[in-house]
């Protein structure tokens, strides 16, 4: 079973900055594609971005230039950097890990996980 837990939400100014990060925990063996997923209220969950575990990126086309994903191999950690942050993105933001994990019968099975998500509020 795998764990995902984000951290560092907050209320922003418009314009601000923000860094989320989102630690993974468990018998993971092996950690595929990290994303970040956003959800304002009343939305459906929308795609924010994405890196593979060679450091391949891709983001929507709503956060170029603004957001940088990133992540640390060796403690299975993905980050979100976000500047020039706008109020219409205040939302609770997601991650989501796919990969390979030891299961209950330690053998390896695939997992797509998502974490319980973070506030992030943008407003002045």
């Known amino acids: 079973q795998v764990q995902l837990v984000e951290s560092g939400g907050g209320l922003v100014q418009p314009g601000g900055s923000l860094r989320l990060s989102c630690a993974t925990s468990g018998s993971i063996v092996s950690i595929d594609a990290m994303a970040w997923y956003r959800q304002a209220p009343g939305m459906r969950r929308e795609f924010v971005a994405t890196i593979t575990k060679a450091g391949i990126t891709k983001y929507d086309d709503s956060v170029k230039g603004r957001f940088t994903i990133s992540r640390d191999n060796a403690k299975n950690t993905v980050y979100l950097q976000m500047n020039s942050l706008k109020p219409d993105e205040t939302a609770v933001y997601y991650c989501?890990?796919?990969?390979?994990?030891?299961?209950?019968?330690?053998?390896?099975?695939?997992?797509?996980?998502w974490g319980q998500g973070t506030q992030v509020t943008v407003s002045s």
């Open positions: 989501n890990a796919k990969g390979l994990a030891r299961n209950s019968a330690n053998r390896n099975s695939w997992f797509d996980d």
